[in-house]
């Protein structure tokens, strides 16, 4: 079955212990991104990938990083977390080649930092 | 910069029609789309039009867009309570990946 996964998909921690988001995807997709939903402000881009080694910054990137060394996986790492990065993360992939297609999405990680 | 508004709220009766409408800022949004997120999930692609399209109908769903105002709105005919969820719409632009989206808009079923 075509999918994005994400691990784990609940999370409390507390503030400075670093901490992996995995997502892994089975579709060879090219294109991959991270995304933060909190309330009243939808969904908003971190960071993304248009394949391997090539990673940006998206809207919201401070405190976060990502590594993108296998086409199928984009970890996510907080490295100092604080609470305003308390949220729910989705990792969404996409392929590039042929006509436009749709982004997949994970079923979400929420994350709370105490 | 990209912005784009949604009510926050919708609650209908089961049966009617919803229509749930988006406003969008970036007069070069070439894609424009409408997700759908059940509790505890992720989201769903529902269907998305192409800026030179007016309107687009899939079965229960009918997406209007309005390009001069900058306005689309997602209409379910016949609602019914498996259609609660909070519905996004999202707009990108063309070789761009990057999905701008709106604030969400919960609908709530009234039996």
Known sequence: EAQVTQNPRYLITVTGKKLTVTCSQNMNHEYMSWYRQDPGLGLRQIYYSMNVEVTDKGDVPEGYKVSRKEKRNFPLILESPSPNQTSLYFCASKGLAGQRSEQFFGPGTRLTVL | ?111
């Open chain 2, 1 to 111: 910069g990209e912005d784009v508004e949604q009510s926050l709220f919708l609650s209908v009766r089961e049966g009617d029609s919803s229509v749930i409408n988006c406003t969008y800022t970036d007069s070069s949004s070439t894609y424009l789309y409408w997700y759908k997120q059940e509790p505890g999930a992720g989201l769903q692609l529902l269907t998305y039009i192409f800026s030179n399209m007016d309107m687009k109908q899939d079965q229960r769903l009918t997406v209007l867009l309005n390009k001069k105002d900058k306005h689309l709105s997602l209409r379910i005919a016949d609602t019914q309570t498996g259609d609660s969820a909070i519905y996004f719409c999202a707009e990108s632009m063309e070789g761009n990946e990057k999905l701008t989206f709106g604030t969400g808009t919960r609908l709530t079923i009234i039996p």
